[in-house]
């Protein structure tokens, strides 16, 4: 029986994963279950899987503590949780570089993360990768493209992967040009053509910026140069990514697009389960179509690459910008377009500093509050 906490259970990915024990009671439970504000939905889960730790970081006024041997409380009840025992592997399914610190208390420690959490690794790349290495933690991507190369890489034997390609939807604007973008709404930009998922990645999903953070993600993850990273648009989300060797053999991942099969993978590697749901039919398609991102009207999809270029803290400062810029979009108080210029420039303007945990977490304030600054109403 593998125990596994989520940080992040009332989320998209959160309750997801939930979905994959409640499928596989005899394997997993939920040792701790972590949320932010949803607190009718955590209780309903507590009362389901009776997790031995729960924890609530934004409780409403009023909240009544549920019946749990151990309960978190208030907003650092992430990083309590991470001190906890209790569960043999975390799910980091918390959105935003708040997942940071946590990822590196939960690698420090020696328990096993199944990453879905990509702004850490964005903001805390080096870092969070020496960690892993260092104590010799796994760290799992949870990520759909991440875990199809990922799954890729299993059959790589002693090769080096020479290229690795990774597919992006394209987005609710896809085929937009710059001019039709500047005027797109918040409620445009939440209906994702092919993921239900939560709101600050659905928006980035439509700007683009997160393939940008993939790319960093998968430049991390997998030890690979920014340059031998290859975004292409496939609008079907069937093939979830490829890895190209020497001898130019291209290996892809394929299926429906379900974010159940990468987390129940992360949950049981080496080892695959029988997931129940739907199976894709080939015969079934009506066609592959893959193309390159629009960097005109996307220049988001561009920054990743210039952010591992730069190193230091600038992926952090990308990340923190773009957060920013995401609240501000969907309170309607910046333009879409400004989403990328304003992220690209508190980028440019971070470049040069020395990455450690305090670097990061001081860029990624510093450009928050660049972002702030320089937001004209939409
Ligand atoms: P979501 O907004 O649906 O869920 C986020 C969860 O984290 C919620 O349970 C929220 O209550 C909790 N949370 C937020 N801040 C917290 C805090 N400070 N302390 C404790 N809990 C907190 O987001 P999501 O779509 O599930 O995405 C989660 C992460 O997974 C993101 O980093 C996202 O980029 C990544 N991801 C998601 C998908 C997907 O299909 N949803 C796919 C790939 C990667
Ligand atoms: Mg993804």
New binding site residues.
């Given amino acids: 029986m593998k125990r596994i906490a989520i ?8 309750r997801q994963a939930l979905e994959v024990i409640a499928a596989f009671p005899d394997r997993f439970s939920a040792g701790l279950l ?5 607190a009718p939905l955590l209780q309903e889960q507590i009362g389901r899987f009776l997790p031995e730790t729960a ?1 609530l ?2 409780p409403p006024a009023g909240y009544a503590r549920p019946a749990v041997a151990r309960f978190l409380q208030g ?1 650092d ?2 990083e309590q949780a991470c001190e906890l025992d209790g569960y043999d592997a975390a799910l980091v ?4 570089v ?2 940071l610190r946590a990822v590196c208390r939960l690698l420090e420690r020696g328990i096993p993360v199944l990453l ?4 850490a690794l964005v903001a805390g790349g080096e870092l969070v990768m020496g960690l892993a290495r260092r104590t010799g933690t796994p760290l799992l991507p ?3 493209e991440h875990s199809a190369i990922f799954q890729c890489l299993q059959a790589r034997g002693n090769n080096a992967p020479a290229k690795l390609v990774l597919t992006a939807s394209g987005g609710p604007f896809r085929g937009l040009s710059r001019q039709e973008l500047a005027r797109v709404t918040p409620d445009q930009a939440l209906r994702h053509p092919n ?7 659905t928006v ?1 999903s439509a700007s683009m910026m ?1 393939k940008a953070l993939e790319v960093i993600e998968a430049a991390h993850l997998f030890s690979m140069p920014p340059e031998r990273i290859q975004v292409v648009v496939h609008r079907e989300s069937i093939v979830h990514s490829a890895v190209e060797f020497a001898d130019g053999a291209l290996l892809a991942q394929l299926g429906l697009a379900d ?1 159940r099969l990468p987390i129940a993978y992360a949950m049981s590697y080496p080892e695959r389960l029988p997931l129940p749901g739907r199976r894709l039919d080939l015969t079934a398609l009506n066609g592959l179509h893959f193309e390159r991102p629009d960097e005109e009207a996307f220049p988001a999809v561009r920054l990743g690459h210039e952010a591992l270029r730069l190193g230091g803290v600038a992926p952090a400062a990308l990340n923190g910008a773009n957060e920013r810029c995401v609240e501000l979009f969907l309170a309607g108080k910046l333009a879409f377009p400004d989403i990328a210029e304003l992220a690209a420039a508190a980028m440019r303007r971070a470049a040069g500093v020395a990455l450690t945990l305090e670097n990061a977490l001081a860029a990624d304030a510093e450009a928050r509050a660049y972002v702030q600054a320089c937001a004209k109403p939409a």
């Fill in positions: 940080f992040g259970s009332t989320g998209s990915i959160g972590l949320a932010g504000s949803n924890g970081a934004f907003p009840a992430l399914a918390v959105v935003g708040a997942g879905a959490n990509k702004e949870v990520d759909s993921w239900s998922m939560g709101r600050k990645i980035d997160n974010m």
